[in-house]
């Protein structure tokens, strides 16, 4: 469904990804992982377009997303949920998921419902304010409004970052069921323990370059991945 | 003969008001304020002149000390609070308006709207009232303004030179380290306000004295203080002779679009000028010449604003 | 004597409040502007002195029904603020604010100048003559109390707007976070063209109340110009609610000020006021 071939890209003179070759299959779950700084997150930014790739080639669905604007990408079918959340501080949580549902606001309302349904727990929260609403309750907000323009293809942006370990476990039980459910997600993350748990697939990036690909159970497996991030 | 050195006269004491300006405007604050400054020069020398007899070159001391007062009192809080970018514009917009104003209600003075004349002093065919100040030989005029036009200059070298300078430089781009290491920020600015202030204040009884008539409008609020925003603008505001290429400039377009329609069109050179204006900052933030010096020298001048 | 003394005060008050209601619709396309594209409309009230003088000319020249000439400019005003962000808004959008707040001067200047040249300097005025309306003691113009109602009337409509409607909640949202309205599918560039003509509209609809009011001269915005940018900022630069009160709380000086000394003196109260408050609070009563 997405293909990422000798991807470069960076900020300005900084390149933080270099010659990045990626994919991830209709209904996979694929993780990205790596150390702070490794340029995870350039990547997703990259790959919805808010980034310009100063090399190489994004393919989704078999058309090039090149010459899509980033306002553009949403209606192709790839939602991004950014880091840290980013939920409108001031605006409550369903106008947040209002605001998700942007590119199809006519189907707005049984959408609502459909994503309610996933998560009962934001459906009580509904009318409170998004900046008031706990750490776990913005992550599963923001992906909820992810959610909401019905994607193709999810893309996460370290959901664990900030949250204390027992909500972690939650959000990763809610990234579980997701993948249950049929959607197709990319995931970056640090927590390399976790998230090798839910995913199918991942790949190691180091300092803007894929180091090691496989199966997750093989890098969970792999000596200098234990070594180094599990401290083993 | 009379008329060059008029136009002279105009061009160095428009630009040695707008360098005035200047003095604050390049290290980031941009002060929309300052035709309050220039109103207090005018005012002060005309009314004290007009009811007391009191000759300009003292009326001028007195103008000096209200301006330097106004530019302490609005400046400290402005300072002390960290009033910047928008704020400060605002704020300072409000006290030319004031000033506006003070001039217009307190109309049984000061004429109000109509404006005001100082008392003739030239008579019987006398050319020269040196305690007036008033001086009907243009030459003399322009002598005086160009002394004071060069001294301009020279303060605005003294401050670009000083260490004040390359403090404030530190200050606009990064108040916090500034003032971590010892550059008293809020000292700095007032002193630079304030030399800012009194320049432009003289610029104020120099033009009430030459042109021997002032109205509210014409040295105070917000129009004035645009204009000189403006004229620096257009000439250069990192250069030395930015502000006063900036008022040769906007005088010349208006002469000459005076001579080639007449009084058929007024109002048409500001037009054109606001237009000029806009494109000045948005393909040319550096002035005429500071435009023309980065092409010349092939690097860049100064710095864009930042308050 | 004290009985009359307290009556003609509360009128002055009451006055007040109608003023402090036309300030508020004035400082709403303001505040607008400013709270979704962070720019300053210099030239805000230049654009209310163009909707004055269609107001003007389609009705006193070529006899347009008044409503008709109002609606009209408020449509035309509408276009005028989304022309300045698309021609010069646009190109500064990334520059420094002071950059910004300097194209707008250069605007307003052009559009004074273009009016005396266009229209003369003399002064116009609507030629509708609206009863005064009596309560006790006090008279009040019927035009001011119909600005009043008005202005109201379109802060409760852009309240409506901004709550209810998607596109409102997208304005509110592109002014809390403006970096991932792309992630959303929201294109900022439009939904900048459409504040600015919101921001234009209203400005529209001040022109339409004000012109029923008060004659219209090319140097007309330099009267509430000012001062409508003075209560954006008392209320906090970009806080509608607090621009708001603004309103009301320096209408109140202008009127009770005016009542005591001159009006002139009102208004000089109220700068001085203005300035006072920005050392107490210097983002403004509500700012951030």
């Not at chain 3, 603020?81 to 010069?88: A, K």
């Amino acid at each position: 469904m997405l293909a990422v071939r000798n991807v470069t890209a960076g900020y300005g003179d900084f390149n933080a990804l270099f010659d990045v070759s990626l994919e991830v299959r209709a209904g996979e779950a694929v993780a990205v992982i790596g150390p702070n700084g490794a340029g995870k997150t350039t990547l997703l930014r990259v790959i919805s377009k808010i980034i310009e790739p100063q090399r190489g080639e994004l393919t989704f669905d078999g058309t090039s997303l090149a010459p899509l604007r980033p306002h553009v990408v949403v209606s192709r079918g790839i939602a991004h949920v950014p880091e840290n959340r980013r939920l409108f501080p001031r605006l409550t949580a369903e106008e947040n998921l209002r605001m998700g549902a942007y590119t199809s606001r006519h189907q707005y309302a049984a959408r609502l419902e459909e994503v309610y349904a996933l998560f009962p727990r934001l459906k009580e929260r509904r009318a409170q304010v998004a900046g008031t609403l706990s750490g776990g309750e913005q992550q599963m907000c923001a992906i909820a409004r992810a959610l909401m323009s019905r994607p193709k293809l999810l893309l996460l942006d370290e959901p664990s970052a900030g949250l204390a370990p027992v909500v972690v476990q939650s959000i990763f039980e809610l990234v579980r069921r997701i993948c249950a459910e049929g959607y197709t997600v990319l995931i970056v993350e640090q927590n390399i323990r976790q998230v090798l748990k839910v995913v199918e697939r991942a790949y190691l990036l180091e300092a803007g370059r894929i180091v090691r690909s496989g199966s997750a159970a093989q890098l969970l497996a792999a000596p200098e991945i234990q070594k180094a991030y599990l401290g083993l | 003969m009379n008329y060059p050195l008029h136009l002279a006269i105009l061009v160095l004491l428009w630009g040695y008001i707008y360098t005035s300006w200047s003095v604050m405007g390049r290290l980031g604050l941009v002060s929309f304020g300052h035709g309050a400054f220039m109103g207090i020069g005018a005012y002060t020398v005309v009314m004290l002149w007009n009811y007391y007899g009191i000759s300009p070159w003292l009326g001028a001391l007195a103008a000096l000390a209200f301006s330097a007062v106004v530019a302490l009192v609005i400046g400290y809080p402005c300072f002390r609070f960290r009033i910047v970018g928008h704020y400060f514009a605002l704020v300072t917009l409000a006290l030319s308006e004031v000033a506006r104003l003070v001039i217009t209600a307190w109309r049984d003075t000061t004429g109000g709207s109509l404006g005001a004349t100082p008392l003739g002093a030239l008579h019987e065919g006398a050319s020269i009232s040196l305690a007036a100040m008033q001086f009907s030989d243009k030459r003399i005029w322009l002598a005086i303004v160009a002394a004071c036009w060069a001294l301009g200059l020279w303060v605005w070298h003294r401050v670009d030179r000083s260490m004040a300078r390359l403090a404030l430089q530190a200050i606009s781009e990064e108040e916090e380290a500034a003032a971590s290491i010892g550059i008293h920020v809020t000292r700095a600015k007032l002193r630079i306000t304030l030399i800012s202030a009194l320049m432009t204040c003289l610029g104020g009884v120099l033009y009430a004295q030459y042109q021997l008539y002032v109205n509210p409008d014409a040295v105070s609020g917000i129009a004035i203080s645009l204009q000189m925003v403006f004229g620096v603008i257009a000439g250069g505001m990192f250069v030395m002779l930015g502000p006063t290429v900036g008022a040769g400039f906007t005088l010349l377009l208006a002469e000459g679009l005076r001579l080639a329609f007449g009084n058929r069109y007024p109002a048409l050179d500001t037009t054109i000028y606001g237009v000029m204006l806009v494109l000045f900052i948005i393909y040319m933030p550096k002035g005429i010449l500071g435009a023309a010096l980065e092409l010349w020298r092939r690097r860049p001048i100064g710095q864009t604003f930042r308050t | 004597m004290s009985d009359i003394f307290d009556i003609y005060l509360l009128e002055a008050v009451l006055n007040g409040l109608l003023l402090g209601g036309l300030f508020a619709l004035l400082s709403l396309g303001l505040n607008l502007v400013f709270g979704v594209i962070d720019v300053v409309w210099i030239c805000y009230a230049e654009l209310i002195m163009c909707g004055m003088y269609g107001v003007y000319y389609l009705h006193v020249q070529y006899h347009w029904p008044l409503l008709l000439a109002m609606a009209a400019s408020v449509g035309i005003v509408a276009f005028l603020g989304w022309l300045l962000h698309q021609v010069v808004i646009r190109p500064v959008l990334n520059a420094e604010p002071i950059n910004q707040l300097l194209v707008t001067g250069g605007v307003l200047f052009f559009l004074q100048a273009a009016a005396t040249l266009v229209f003369g300097i003399e002064f116009r005025n609507l030629g509708v003559t609206l009863p005064s309306v009596r309560l006790g003691e006090m008279s009040f113009s019927a035009a001011r109390l119909v600005a009043f109602g008005a202005a109201l009337g379109g802060v409760i409509a852009l309240y409506l707007f901004l709550t209810r409607t998607y596109l409102g909640t997208a304005i509110r949202a592109i002014s809390q976070d403006r970096a991932i309205m792309p992630l959303m599918g929201v294109d900022p560039a439009r939904i900048f063209a459409l504040t600015s003509a919101l921001g234009g509209a209203l400005a529209g609809l001040g022109a339409c109340l004000l012109v029923l009011q008060y004659d219209v001269h090319p140097a007309i915005g330099l009267s509430f110009g000012p001062i409508t940018f003075l209560i954006c900022v008392l209320g906090g630069l970009g806080n509608m609610v607090g621009g708001f009160i603004a309103a009301f709380v320096f209408a109140q000086f202008i009127a009770v000020g005016g009542f005591f000394f001159a009006v002139e003196w009102g208004y000089v109260i109220a700068f001085v006021f203005f300035i006072a408050v920005m050392f107490w609070r210097p983002r403004g009563i509500l700012g951030k």
